[in-house]
Structure formats: C-alpha cells, structure tokens
C-alpha cells in the first residue's frame, strides 16, 4: 500500500545534538512538508518542497534543515540552534495544488532533554 | 494566504449530527476547501475537499455558502470514534498560487456517549 513512512515514532536526544528525522514516501508526488505540533496547538509549518532540489521556509523554519535529494524523501534536521525542539513532527505529501489531498504521515515524537 | 477562522471546540451526542463550522472570508475563486481531522498522537487524515458545490462521502458531508465565504462540514451521526481536532483549510489550485498550506487550531469535537 502507499503511504508516507516517519521513523522512528519516538526520539529522545540530549540538549546540543542535531538530529534527523525521515520521512519516506511512495505515493509518487511531488509535494512534501513538514510541519510542527506542540500540545493542544495547531499544525505549524517548518518547510516545504515542491520538487525534487528545491524547498522553501515555512513559518517557523530557524533552527532547521532539510533536503529533497529524491522524490521519495524529505529528511528533516533538528539543529541545536532550535531553542525548543521537543514537540509532535509530521510529515506530509500530496500530488499538487487545489484538490489533491493531503497525505500525512503518523509522526516523530521528539524528546530533547 | 487565505485563512479559516474555526470555533476552538464543540460538544456532540453520540448518535446525533454534527455541523462544523469553518469561516474563510478572503478565498479566492481558485481555492479550495479541504477538511482533515486528526486523532490524539497521529497524523491527520483527509475527510473531504470541494470548491463550490456541496460535496458528500462516505465520511462526511461538506456544505458551502453560496458566496463561498464559509462552509459546514457535517458528520451526519456522530460516534465515539468521530472525536478528533478537525481542521478546515484552503488549497490554492492557480498556477501561480503558491504551495504552503497553513493550519489552523482546528476544532476539537467531544463525543458524548
């Protein structure tokens, strides 16, 4: 079945390491985001790629990085510049703009202490 | 982007309907109106999307004002499973339009058995 695979579900690091989180898809689409959720908070966008090479900032994009390498994936590092990394990361796909759903994964859990 | 305004919570009996509101008074004609819903510690999931008309699925009804400013999203008999946080958002389908996608809070249903 296709889907969109975040690994691993829960992540614990120590104050000051980077970190990557990963996010895997083969629904073959071209979009893919990250987005952030702290408790009892909406969903906040991180970053976002349209194509393979390219990305952009979202709303809350300091202290992170990504890459889009492949289609297929879109990795996502927690630098130690994030003052507040702990929270709920998702990562989601879709095909293109306007009706096309969007696919979310089952998230990252962070713990950073 | 064109944002949506949504109640920060409502209360439902089990069995009856449930209206969910959504107010996005700055779409535009490109945009559509997506609803996702989201169970505690997972990814959200798609429930329905539409630009005009009025739009059913097996999970949901989705009504949409004539000036389009707002729209209903109608669970027709709720369960213990419906409670969830569901967010409503728009999706630009122009050419032009850009590809970040902003949640909102959402609203957060209480199923009451």
């Known amino acids: 079945d296709g889907g969109i695979t975040q690994s691993p579900k829960y992540l614990f690091r120590k104050e000051g390491q980077n970190v990557t989180l990963s996010c895997e898809q083969n629904?073959?689409?071209?979009?893919m985001y990250w987005y952030r959720q702290d408790p009892g908070q909406g969903l906040r966008l991180i970053y976002y790629s349209q194509i393979v090479n390219d990305f952009q900032k979202g709303d809350i994009a300091e202290g992170y990085s990504v890459s889009r390498e492949k289609k297929e994936s879109f990795p996502l590092t927690v630098t130690s510049a994030q003052k507040n990394p702990t929270a709920f990361y998702l990562c989601?796909?879709?095909?293109?703009?306007?009706?096309?759903?969007?696919?979310f994964g089952n998230g990252t859990r962070l713990t950073v202490t | 982007d064109a944002k949506t305004t949504q109640p920060n919570s409502m209360e439902s009996n089990e069995e009856e309907p449930v209206h969910l509101p959504c107010n996005h008074s700055?779409?535009?004609?490109?945009?559509?109106i997506h609803w996702y819903r989201q169970l505690p510690s997972q990814g959200p999931e798609y429930v329905i999307h539409g630009l005009t008309s009025n739009v059913n699925n097996r999970m949901a009804s989705l009504a949409i004002a004539e000036d389009r400013k707002s729209s209903t999203l109608i669970l027709h008999r709720a369960t213990l499973r419906d409670a969830a946080v569901y967010y409503c958002i728009l999706r630009d389908s122009s050419g032009a339009g850009s590809y970040q996608l902003t949640f909102g809070k959402g609203t957060k249903l209480s199923v009451i058995p």
């Open positions: 989601a796909s879709t095909k293109d703009r306007g009706p096309s759903p969007l696919h």
């Open positions: 629904l073959n689409h071209d979009a």
């Open positions: 700055t779409i535009s004609g490109t945009d559509y």
